[in-house]
C-alpha cells in the first residue's frame, strides 16, 4: 500500500509542475457525519435520488452515467469486513449481488482485490471491467465494516473517461473512509 501511496503522491506532484492545474483543485469532500463516512468527489458530479436505491448517489453533469454510489448494509454484530472474506470473496460477493447486475451480454471481471489498513481501520479495495455489446465500463470500490454497517464506496465510469482519469478515479476511491 505505501508504494501505491507513494507513486499517487508523485503522479499528483508531476502534473501539477507540469503546468496542469493540481487534480485536487477539481475535487470536493463530502461528508455524512451522521452514517460517518467522507470522501473526495469531482466538484461537476451532483447528486441524484434514486428510489430504493443506495444511500447516495453522485453523477456527473455531462457524463451522467459516470456516478459514485454509497451503499450501507447491516452486518451482524461482532462481524469484521475479514469474517466476510478475503478481499476477492467479498468482491465476487458484490459483483453478484449489488454492484453489478448481469443483463444478457454483460460480462465482468474482477481486475483486482486487495486489503489496506488506514488507522486500524480495514478497507477492500476492488477493481471491476464491465463488457457489454454496446459499452465498457470500470468500476472500483472501498468497502469497510464499521458500526455493525457493511460501507460499499463505489465509482462507475465509461472505458474512454477510465483511460483519461484514472488517476483521479483511484485517489477517490481512495479517499473514502468511516468513522
Known sequence: MLKRW???????????????????????RYVDSAEGYEFLYLNSWVPVTVK?????VLHDLIETTENVSVIINPVP?????????????????LWKNALLPNPVGRRAELIS??????????????????DAPDLQRHNLASVAVRRGKLYTFNLSTTGRRWAQAEPTFRMIVDSFSVS
Open 6 to 28: 507513494i507513486i499517487m503522491v508523485l503522479v499528483v506532484i508531476g502534473l501539477s509542475t507540469q503546468g496542469c492545474t493540481s487534480i485536487t483543485a477539481a475535487l470536493d
Open 113 to 130: 482485490a486487495e486489503s489496506h489498513d488506514v488507522n486500524g481501520q480495514t478497507y477492500y479495495l476492488l477493481e471491476f471491467a464491465v
Open 52 to 56: 430504493d436505491g443506495p444511500q447516495l
Open 77 to 93: 454484530d461482532g462481524k469484521t469486513l475479514e469474517d466476510l472474506g478475503t478481499p476477492s470473496e467479498v468482491g465476487y460477493k
